[in-house]
């Protein structure tokens, strides 16, 4: 094994079994994409189509059943289980916990959908309602509001109890995967290559969901630049934005959980808070607390036909609604080890129910006020005739955010702001990532020690040459549908990890040897 001493008596750095092939993968994937842009993109295209075709209501109730999941182990006798010893106090407060899971599962792309998501369902509504009427912006905001709603957590974080409890209650010195599944297919299959085909399509779904996240996330910070400074976009000013980030997220991820990424993310707590207080009070913030009032309403009335619509007598003509929320759902399974591997590790002293419902409800809660104020802000300026808001979005959505956002008094500062809360979101995503993959990839005992700082700049350096390669060569698009459909495998991989949690619990008989004295207080 990789945790075995070298001739020269160092400790490999690295597992290179499932390193090498995972990168190898990502290599050769990016350069085909690279040769075959077009075709691959329509190759990828027409696979993506069929499967809206024909498993719509796959995605629909995975989705739904891992909400189920999640309450059932949370509310059962499962729900008391510490995450560790159940003497000690949780690692960090409910506050700065929140606030890492919040930055981890929104990040920058809460600012992008909350800014754009209302105008392309309003331009396409579902249900026959009337293209730009008043009901079609009142589907584009509570649509908005339940992309960042209970299912896309329940994706995220329902492989975390099987991570936290091989870490922080049995010790494990491996976070990964195949150690999750070691009780259900036993040493040799875990031991041996079915572990390590596990362990190599997490990390290949992870490189590529990161390098796609670092080419997409970019554009929030360039469109705005541009309109800062009278500019055009180009690939060297999106060159330097990247470079930017990677100092920022590699420095953070140097600095590991304590230092770097719980600092990060607590500081863009009260930063975005004030961000939305300045929008209320220099904007219309009578609108959109009343146009707020009217999407949760609205949401809350139609959660139900949102959650399961498959648009089946639309006779092929699947609206914005139906077809996004099944790539929607696809590319948050590709994310969803990323985030129970991270949350597994930032849990100790947590329980299961803590862990769960705190990912379920924290991001919900403020994915909700961001979507309602940034949503609310774009709306008022589209029904007052400031901005032509869907006719911008029509061809090209990005273009739209500097637009409103120039419209606010201080405009400068609101887009200045806006861009500072962007990156250290995407900052919080990236370290985040690059920490799970150190913490993956690398030969320290997880349950005793943090990820070689080493490894994790080795790792932010890969996916950012990943990122830039794909952003220059034109890859980027293939990969991001590619990386939609990585969440079919990693769904299986999922469901195997929940029935791993329940059946290790089972045979420690956790819920009655690893619980907290009910006379003690996690806080």
């Known amino acids: ?50 499967i809206v075709e024909v498993f719509s209501w796959g995605y629909i109730w995975y989705a739904i059943i891992l909400v189920g999941a999640g309450l059932y182990l949370s509310f059962s006798k499962y729900g008391n289980v510490v995450l560790g010893d159940p003497t000690e106090k949780p690692r960090f407060t409910l506050f700065e916990y929140s606030s890492i899971l919040i930055a981890m599962g929104l990040g920058s792309t809460i600012m992008r959908t909350g800014m754009t998501q209302w105008a392309e369902v309003a331009i396409d509504p579902p249900f026959g309602a009337e293209a730009q009427s008043a009901e079609a912006l009142l589907w584009g905001n509570a649509y908005s509001m339940f992309m960042w709603s209970f299912q896309v957590f329940a994706i995220f974080v329902m492989a975390a109890p099987a991570m936290g409890y091989i870490l922080h209650v049995r010790k494990r010195p491996f976070m990964r995967i195949s150690e999750a599944c070691r009780t259900i297919f036993g040493d040799r299959f875990t031991d041996g290559i079915g572990g390590k085909i596990l362990d190599v399509i997490f990390l290949v779904s992870i490189l590529a969901g990161a ?6 996330g970019t554009p929030i910070v360039t469109y705005n630049l541009a309109e800062m400074f009278n500019i055009e976009i180009t690939f060297w000013l999106t060159m330097i934005v990247t470079i930017v980030w990677v100092i920022l997220f590699s420095f953070s991820a140097y600095l590991g959980i304590d230092r770097g990424i719980k600092k990060l993310s607590t500081f863009n707590m009260y930063l975005a ?34 959650s399961l619509n498959t648009n089946s007598l639309g006779m092929g003509s699947a609206t914005h609604i139906e077809s996004n929320t099944v790539f929607w759902f696809a590319y948050s399974a590709t994310w969803a080890m990323l985030h129970s591997v991270f949350a597994a590790k930032v849990s100790r002293g947590r329980t299961i129910k803590e862990m769960i419902l705190t990912y379920l409800l924290a991001p919900t809660l403020i994915s909700w006020v961001g979507t309602g104020v940034l949503g609310g802000l774009g709306v008022h300026r589209y029904i007052t005739g400031e901005i032509p808001v869907l006719d911008i979005v029509e061809e090209d959505a990005m273009a739209a955010i500097p637009q409103i956002l120039a419209s606010l008094p201080l405009a400068g500062i609101a887009l200045t702001v806006f861009v500072i809360i962007a990156i250290i979101f995407m900052t919080t995503t990236l370290d985040s990532t690059t920490y799970t993959i150190a913490s993956y990839t690398g030969t320290e005992n997880m349950s005793k020690a943090e990820p070689s700082r080493s490894l994790r700049i080795i790792v932010a350096a890969i996916i950012t040459v990943l990122a830039l390669l ?54």
Do not use: C
Request: proline letters at 3%.
């Open 211 to 216: 390098a796609v996240t670092l080419g997409l």
């Open 470 to 523: 794909l952003m220059r060569i034109g890859g980027l698009a293939p990969l991001e549908v590619l990386s939609g459909l990585m969440g079919i495998p990693i769904i299986i991989i999922q469901f195997l990890t929940i029935y791993a949690a329940k059946k290790m619990m089972d045979e420690d008989k956790a819920w009655v040897n690893n619980v907290r004295d009910k006379k003690w207080k996690s806080e």
């Open 273 to 306: 808070g004030a961000f939305a207080i300045f929008i209320m009070l220099a904007g219309p913030g009578i609108f959109i607390l009343n146009y707020f009032t009217d999407s949760i309403g609205f949401l809350l009335s139609n959660y139900i036909d949102l």
């Open 1 to 50: 094994m990789s945790t075995k001493n070298t001739g020269s008596g160092k400790r490999k750095l690295i597992d290179h079994r499932i390193f090498a092939p995972s990168l190898l993968i990502m290599l050769v994937i990016s350069f085909l994409f690279a040769i075959y842009e077009s075709e691959s993109l329509d190759l990828l295209n027409n696979i993506f189509d069929t």
